[in-house]
């Protein structure tokens, strides 16, 4: 059994359709028809991915996922959205869902994401103690939490990957396949637009003017590069 995968969907076909294929993939599969179904079978199972639609009856899937994540669950939550729904996908993001499908996709796009997601590094090494500073923030890279002015800064398990990353890679120019390949898991020129939303999120987060980023700098034509 490769992962226990939580399918919250409300089109019936669909989730025959990505249900079967998981199965055939090696996933146990457990399903959802609604928000409130899927936020309670989420907090109550343990699930290794959770597959979230944002149209759902009872509860729309941006609030299931804000309040998966204020329950403090860390489980991958990979978004569908409809096509043309932009804010949805970067709302999705920014409350903590750490990828997203647009619908309707392909089934291989939509397996190469799972496996990309559920191949990540666990959110919490077991050696790191270092805390690091840069401007008003101090990020305690042990225990995944940022905080600016000594307030703490609500960070998605991606966006704090991304952060340690920059943290551990300052100084560098890196490319936004480099970011993929190495936060994400995935390298496809077709997903670069995903860590520049991360980056808008993380400097809208951190950086005290973030249209005159300090730290997180463009590098432009090569990617972003961290300054301390
Ligand atoms: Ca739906």
Known sequence: MRGNVLLV??????????????????????????????????TL?????IILDVMLPLKSGLVVCREIRQAGLVTPILMLTARGQTADKV??????ADDYVTKPFDMRELVA???ALLRRPPSRPVVQTDDFHFGSVHVDLAGTEAKRDGAVVNLSAREFQLLRYFIEHRGATLSRDEL????????AYMYTRTVDVHVASLRQKLESDPKQPKSILTVWGLGYKFKS
Not at 91 to 96: A, S, Y
């Open 9 to 42: 969907e409300d089109e019936e076909a669909l989730r025959m359709t990505v249900g079967d294929r998981l199965r055939n993939e090696g996933y146990a599969v457990e399903y959802a028809a609604n928000g409130d179904e899927g936020f309670e079978k989420a």
């Open 45 to 49: 199972l343990p699930f290794d991915l």
């Open 91 to 96: 709302n999705g993001l920014k409350i903590g």
């Open 113 to 115: 994401r799972i496996e």
């Open 180 to 187: 993929l390949k190495q936060v994400w898991g995935y390298s």
